[in-house]
């Protein structure tokens, strides 16, 4: 068992959708669908971490993180359809320990969870780092960071995610098809020219930083990151 996850959410679908992926992680999940709800059962029930909606009924985001901090220290990640900085800026300074915004890959939510919990309470069993290090190359699937010779590129989660899952396993080859089952999962409805796309695009991010290392085509099955230890 992780924890136990609240979500406050009005929204029915998204709220279901959290519900399905974080017990999928082990997660005891519970739900409040107005603001006024879940500062009772953040008090009550003693959460590990919640899921916060900004625009709810009753009372607010802003207002239930508020009342929460008030005599509670329970991890807070902020969901709204808002990404302008000054929101984000307001729910970070109420307390709140991350800030996700609609709409939002699960995976890299999942991934915000447990970074959260490490930072804020080590004592939560959690997965392990998911972070990479190679020549002038970080990849870190905690905070969806990629670095490349000290700077970091904007990146979007399935690439990241794809990088990650590639150097997780240097020199192996994936064939396209592996790859949508493992990197894509059983939530998606697509082709191998996807991979194909989203290899190009790291390519351009990528290609001529190092001779450590390379994304390659191994022509007639697939791509992997090799791994050059002899330089």
Same mark, same amino acid.
């Given at each position: 068992?992780?924890?136990?996850?609240?979500?406050?959410?009005?929204?029915?679908?998204?709220?279901?959708?959290?519900?399905?992926?974080?017990?999928?992680?082990?997660?005891?999940?519970?739900?409040?669908?107005?603001?006024?709800?879940?500062?009772?059962?953040? @008090?009550?029930? =003693?959460?590990?971490?919640?899921? /916060? %909606?900004?625009?709810?009924? $009753?009372? #607010? &985001?802003?207002?239930?993180?508020?009342?929460?901090?008030?005599?509670?220290?329970?991890?807070?990640?902020?969901?709204?359809?808002?990404?302008?900085?000054?929101?984000?800026?307001?729910?970070?300074?109420?307390?709140?320990?991350?800030?996700?915004?609609?709409?939002?890959?699960?995976?890299?939510?999942?991934?915000?969870?447990?970074?959260?919990?490490?930072?804020?309470?080590?004592?939560?069993?959690?997965?392990?780092?998911?972070? @990479?290090?190679? =020549?002038?190359?970080?990849?870190? /699937? %905690?905070?969806?960071?990629? $670095?490349? #010779? &000290?700077?970091?590129?904007?990146?979007?989660?399935?690439?990241?995610?794809?990088?990650?899952?590639?150097?997780?396993?240097?020199?192996?080859?994936?064939?396209?098809?592996?790859?949508?089952?493992?990197?894509?999962?059983?939530?998606?409805?697509?082709?191998?020219?996807?991979?194909?796309?989203?290899?190009?695009?790291?390519?351009?991010?990528?290609?001529?930083?190092?001779?450590?290392?390379?994304?390659?085509?191994?022509?007639?099955?697939?791509?992997?990151?090799?791994?050059?230890?002899?330089?």
């Amino acid at each position: 068992m992780q924890g136990k996850a609240l979500i406050i959410e009005d929204d029915g679908n998204i709220a279901e959708l959290l519900r399905l992926y974080l017990e999928k992680e082990g997660f005891e999940v519970l739900r409040a669908a107005d603001g006024g709800s879940g500062v009772r059962m953040a @008090l009550n029930e =003693d959460p590990t971490i919640i899921l /916060l %909606d900004i625009m709810l009924p $009753v009372l #607010d &985001g802003w207002q239930v993180c508020r009342k929460i901090r008030e005599s509670s220290k329970v991890p807070i990640i902020m969901l709204t359809a808002k990404g302008e900085t000054p929101d984000r800026i307001s729910g970070l300074e109420m307390g709140a320990d991350d800030y996700v915004v609609k709409p939002f890959e699960v995976k890299e939510l999942l991934a915000r969870i447990h970074a959260v919990l490490r930072r804020t309470d080590p004592s939560v069993k959690t997965e392990a780092e998911k972070k @990479l290090s190679f =020549d002038k190359l970080v990849v870190n /699937l %905690d905070s969806y960071e990629l $670095v490349v #010779d &000290g700077k970091k590129i904007d990146t979007p989660p399935k690439e990241m995610e794809l990088l990650y899952h590639l150097a997780s396993s240097p020199n192996r080859v994936y064939t396209r098809n592996q790859l949508l089952d493992e990197v894509w999962g059983f939530d998606y409805f697509g082709d191998s020219r996807t991979v194909d796309v989203h290899i190009k695009r790291l390519r351009e991010k990528l290609e001529g930083v190092s001779d450590h290392w390379a994304l390659k085509t191994v022509w007639g099955v697939g791509y992997k990151f090799e791994l050059n230890e002899s330089r």
